[in-house]
């Protein structure tokens, strides 16, 4: 079962209803197949690091890219497993290799394929030998609206100090070591103000947490526009979930099933790390559960982000969270 489509479940389309090789690549480019994406606005801050401002559409992060001549979108999700390009654009690559269906939380998808990336370049630091995922996102650029290249997951940024800003709508990559040291120390001018160690289950950033008083098992994932949690947590926890309505989901298959929907209160990773009622739905999580190898409670997505300027380091398993300069 493909964990990539899974996470691309996450990237929850709610409606009112509710609804490659160059020798001398440029430095906001990225190279794949000689084909080269160039990301709007990239900024080099050293050797070593790279600032790229993002748009928020809903609740996605998106950046900006451009691929022969083309303008698009690619989506950053910390969830998914690898780098999935968008069938729709790429049409004219050969398919290395044809997957199986695989069933997802609400049906069939069919027509995944894997494609090798053989190199893939961000500005000074270059990528070998990724795999990407071949899959026909059109349903998303219909309800988002914009034209979808592709989405950048775990593959690519676990080479990276990744911090993801939406205070500043930025993300910035930093290259580090085999131990998780960034290869230049002077980064970030914000004050860390606080650390959280997570548990990486294959791709998945696991994190120890609470709601309310009750010890809980959250995800993190950028793709996923609201928080959710599973409808099986223990009723202590469930009791600081507050419905308001119920809510149609569409997800990878295309088809729909009806949720939940309401605001979480009483979240916290620690005495010092909390956060305000989040919008969540309560949806089943034993079939993600059962694909990821977890034993998750609930995901955190873009409120935890919108709440939290923090800084995802794969490599050490942990998280680093910046001051925000105004108080919210």
Do not use: C, W
Not at 6 to 25: A, E, G, K, Q, Y
Not at 61 to 80: A, H, L, M, P, R
Not at 147 to 155: C, E, M, N, R, T
């Amino acid at each position: 079962m493909s964990k990539t489509v899974f996470t691309l479940l996450l990237l929850f389309l709610i409606h009112p209803v509710f609804s490659v090789n160059n020798d001398n690549p440029k430095e906001d480019e990225i190279i794949i197949n000689s084909v080269p994406i160039r990301f709007t606005g990239a900024t080099i801050i050293n050797k070593y690091s790279t600032r790229i401002p993002f748009k928020l559409v809903d609740r996605l992060i998106v950046i900006e890219g451009k691929i022969k001549g083309k303008n698009g979108n690619f989506i950053i999700d910390t969830g998914s497993e690898s780098l999935i390009l968008n069938k729709v654009h790429f049409t004219t690559y050969p398919f290395e290799k044809e997957k199986k269906n695989t069933s997802g939380i609400l049906d069939d998808v069919d027509n995944l394929f894997e494609k090798n990336i053989k190199k893939l370049s961000l500005k000074h630091i270059s990528i070998q030998n990724k795999r990407s995922d071949i899959i026909d996102l059109s349903h998303i650029e219909k309800s988002k609206k914009i034209k979808l290249l592709g989405i950048i997951g775990f593959d690519v940024l676990k080479d990276y100090e990744v911090f993801i800003d939406l205070y500043l709508n930025q993300i910035t990559l930093t290259k580090i070591d085999e131990n998780g040291n960034t290869l230049n120390k002077k980064v970030y001018l914000e004050k860390i103000v606080d650390t959280i160690n997570f548990k990486l289950k294959k791709h998945t950033i696991t994190l120890k947490g609470y709601i309310g008083r009750e010890e809980v098992t959250f995800g993190l994932d950028s793709g996923a526009e609201f928080n959710q949690i599973n409808k099986r947590i223990g009723r202590r926890a469930l009791k600081h979930f507050y419905p308001k309505k119920r809510v149609k989901l569409i997800g990878a298959s295309k088809k729909q099933i009806e949720v939940l929907y309401g605001n979480l209160f009483r979240v916290k990773l620690n005495d010092k790390t909390y956060f305000g009622p989040m919008k969540t739905m309560l949806t089943n999580l034993n079939n993600m559960n059962k694909a990821f190898g977890t034993s998750l409670d609930g995901i955190l997505g873009y409120e935890f982000f919108a709440q939290k300027r923090v800084i995802i380091n794969y490599k050490k398993e942990k998280l680093y969270f910046i001051k925000y300069p105004l108080i919210r």
